[in-house]
């Protein structure tokens, strides 16, 4: 949706800037082609003191075209209004940041898959529901029993909803969060992030009931360190791809602003005129019309 606004709002832009740069100048003389008619009209324009008539150029460029082919393809606009050399930039910017996505994207994948392999092969949750009912039982003496009995099924495995319904019951010993179902992106999140769920790592020291008062959850293991340095790596990777495809957009923006400037310069250099010079001969005046044509590079 974000990238869909985007475009929008660029392509109303260009279109407001390349409107009012292609309203018709009024100052224009155009010649009709009868020789009557535009001896009388050059005549006219010498006695106003005017003594250049422009024509259009059928070589003129639009900056709306202009701007509206960069806008969804940088480089194009410049090369329709022949900046050559600016629109090999910005197609070589183009293909490198949209190659930058697109491969710090995969690593970012690669790494998501690293990290989730490494999680499923040594977190468990049925560990951490054992740690967390230990912790319940010393930290909250009083805690309804039925809260820590759900934590578990008639068969061992663990009760998820009722996992969920312990943790937030404990909110006040620090646990802040309920774990999401295995599988989810916040699962692999959080299992790596608070320090809650350092009990379900397989090296974390196992409840010692005869001494529950040095159990301390916040004794992270490290496996825990070192899945939270590979969660953070991939994070990096995601982070490199994003500014890559926000780098895309900025291309797209600037290289339609600059191809509607392009346009502009290019029917500026572009010019033909007719100027009409008087030549006096006694009594009369005869107009010799001269044509100068100019190209800019």
């Known amino acids: 949706m974000k990238n869909i606004k985007s475009i ?20 224009v003389t155009h010649l009709t082609g009868n020789l009557h008619a535009d001896s009388k009209m050059l005549f006219d324009y010498s006695a106003a003191k005017t003594n250049t008539i422009a024509f259009d150029s059928p070589d ?9 082919l960069s ?33 710090y994207n995969k690593k970012g994948d690669s790494q998501t898959s690293t990290f989730q392999q490494y999680a499923d092969g040594h977190w468990s949750v049925e560990r951490y529901a054992n740690w967390t009912i230990e912790y319940a039982k010393h930290k909250y003496p009083t805690m309804d029993v039925a809260l820590i009995d759900n934590v ?8 998820w909803n009722g996992l969920n319904a312990l943790e937030r019951a404990m909110g006040s010993g620090g646990y802040s969060h309920a774990l999401p179902m295995h599988g989810d992106q916040q699962y692999y999140e959080l299992i790596g992030k608070y320090p809650q769920y350092s009990g379900g790592w397989d090296d974390k020291a196992v409840w010692d009931s005869d001494h529950p ?37 900025v291309n797209h923006l600037l290289s339609g602003l ?20 008087p030549i006096h001969s006694g009594a009369n005046v005869t107009l010799y019309p001269t044509i100068n044509v100019r190209y800019g590079f």
């Open 258 to 277: 600059d191809a509607v400037w392009s346009a502009i310069s290019f029917n500026k250099d572009l010019a033909v005129n007719i100027r009409v010079n």
């Open 152 to 159: 578990k099924n008639s068969d061992g495995t663990v009760n």
């Open 213 to 249: 008062e040095i159990n301390d959850y916040h004794d992270l293991s490290p496996r825990f360190y070192d899945y939270s340095k590979m969660r953070g790596k991939a994070n990096d990777y995601y982070n490199i791809s994003d500014k890559a495809v926000l780098a895309i957009y």
């Open 60 to 68: 003129k460029k639009s900056p709306l075209i202009a701007g509206l």
């Open 71 to 103: 806008a969804v393809l940088p480089g194009v606009g410049e090369f329709y209004t022949e900046s050559y050399l600016k629109a090999a930039i910005f197609t070589a910017v183009e293909v490198g940041v949209i190659s930058v996505a697109i491969a």
């Open 8 to 27: 929008w709002i660029l392509t109303v832009l260009l279109f407001f800037i390349s409107s009012s740069l292609l309203r018709p100048q009024q100052s």
